[in-house]
């Protein structure tokens, strides 16, 4: 066989994706959908252009879905029975993990041999599904984490509910098991190496894109005035779920100590043209108390100064969630831990700068100091000077955001993907050194 050839073969021609606690289909932003049912679909999307047929599986929700989906061409998704249709947190999967795994190897099983070439699993349950499903098939198993339970016990908000010991368990046989693990983040890949031991020449850093078309920077007049802002308030804007992990409250308590301060010496413009916009919806153990933020925002006496927004999916609110963008004089992102922070990144697109906490991916998704400002901790006297900062300087920020963000897309995402299946498959059937070669 030819050089040519030998590498020809090496070059996935079927991917299943696992996504079975959310579907790609979910609106992002409530629930349990996020940054990664975002990238799930943008690298699918990518790998069909690549001329890679992508199928992704999911968990029905509902008895109304069809079996079948199609995303994109090139990209459908399956839908597996699973327990209950409604009524189910992710929380509950792990007892449904026998009959997700059953519903992937159905599907295969009506094809010829070797029909799925890669399995590309997301989240440690899918993890699972992936890890029995490729022992049965011979194929590699590539798995990205998006958030890991050690990372996020480690940085826990107040009265948030540690990640269970049956997660951090699965998690580490899955990376045991993976032949590629996918980290967002130089910082996402050491802690694979150091918290669950994962073998270093496995993990390979591949970032998440943004729509580089889509988020684009357009006339904030414009945007406001389509969203009911007055053109000259002062917008302050969190996009997300609303749960402890995410801290919103953050915002909300150092938006306060900024109108103390604004009061205490004397002022009121800041109070007069104040608004607060939180885009998103209960998540998580935020569900359990659905209506916390709003209790806070009139405690705090902000309620007249908060506007709470629903979730912004679909074609016509992914139009409003980039006028949100537009819109803001900057973006808060005060998250205890992200595994990269895409929301970050759409802003900056937009050419709006972010204030986020100093953790985790967020440390690669804004540039301190060009694209934003990070924060140690969640101080709200803390936040408040960077809020105040970034106020001052947004014209100089808002084009080091729009510089930094441009380094991100999902082209780039798709390639580093193919590169990473390519090389599982080479070592799967002995040929690294000649792919090593090529390169």
């Known amino acids: 066989m030819t050089l040519t050839a030998s590498l020809t073969a090496l070059c996935p021609r079927r991917v299943a994706v696992l996504s079975v606690h959310t579907s790609p289909l ?34 029905a929700t509902s008895s109304d879905l069809p079996p079948v989906v199609e995303l994109a061409p090139g990209v459908t998704v399956r839908h597996l029975t699973a327990g209950p249709f409604e009524g189910l947190s992710k929380e509950d999967l792990p007892a449904q ?26 989240y440690w349950l899918s993890g699972q599904v992936g890890w029995l499903a490729t022992e049965r098939w011979g194929t590699p198993l590539v798995h990205t984490a998006h958030t890991l339970a050690k990372v996020k016990n480690l940085a826990l908000a107040d009265g948030d509910t540690p990640e269970p010991l049956r997660r951090v368990v699965g998690e580490q046989q899955v990376v045991e098991a993976a032949d590629r693990l996918v980290a967002n983040t130089a910082d996402e890949a050491r802690e694979l190496v150091d918290l669950y031991g994962a073998e270093p020449s496995r993990v390979v850093t591949v ?7 889509h988020f684009r920077p357009g006339r904030a007049g414009d945007a406001r005035s389509r969203l009911g802002v007055r053109p000259d308030a002062v917008l302050l804007l969190f996009v997300g779920r609303i749960q402890p992990l995410k801290a919103p409250d953050v915002l909300l308590h150092a938006a306060a100590r900024m109108l103390e301060q604004e009061a205490a010496a004397g002022g ?62 900057l973006v808060a992102v005060p ?13 900056q697109a937009c050419g709006t700068p972010v204030v986020a906490t100093d953790v985790g991916g967020l440390r690669t998704t804004v540039r301190s100091g ?15 000077d960077a809020l105040r900062a970034v106020l001052a300087d947004r014209r100089r920020l808002s084009r080091g955001a729009l510089a930094h963000a441009t380094g991100f897309s999902w082209d780039a995402t798709g390639d580093g993907l193919i590169a990473t299946y390519r090389h599982a498959l080479a070592q799967r059937q002995g040929a690294e050194r000649l792919l090593r070669a090529a390169w």
């Open 207 to 213: 970032a998440p894109g943004v729509d580089l078309e």
């Open 268 to 329: 009121t413009d800041l109070r007069d043209r104040l608004v607060i916009a939180v885009v998103g919806g209960p998540s998580g153990t935020g569900l359990l108390e659905p209506t916390a933020l709003q209790d806070l925002a009139h405690f705090l006496g902000l309620a007249d100064r908060v506007r709470f927004e629903s979730p912004q999916g679909g074609a016509f609110q992914r139009d409003r969630l980039r006028d949100w963008y537009r819109a803001a004089d």
């Open 335 to 347: 998250s205890h831990n992200e595994s990269f922070g895409l929301v970050a990144l759409e802003a």
């Open 97 to 122: 993990l026998c009959a997700l795994t059953s519903g992937v190897l159905r599907a295969e099983a009506a094809h010829e041999p070797g029909w799925y070439d890669v399995v590309h699993s997301h």
């Open 370 to 384: 060009r694209s934003g400002l990070l924060v140690p901790g969640h101080g709200a006297g803390q936040w408040a």
């Open 26 to 59: 979910e609106q992002p932003g409530t629930g349990d959908a996020g940054g990664m049912n975002v990238y799930v679909v943008e690298t699918s999307k990518r790998l069909a252009t690549l001329g890679v047929e992508v199928e992704i599986f999911t968990r």
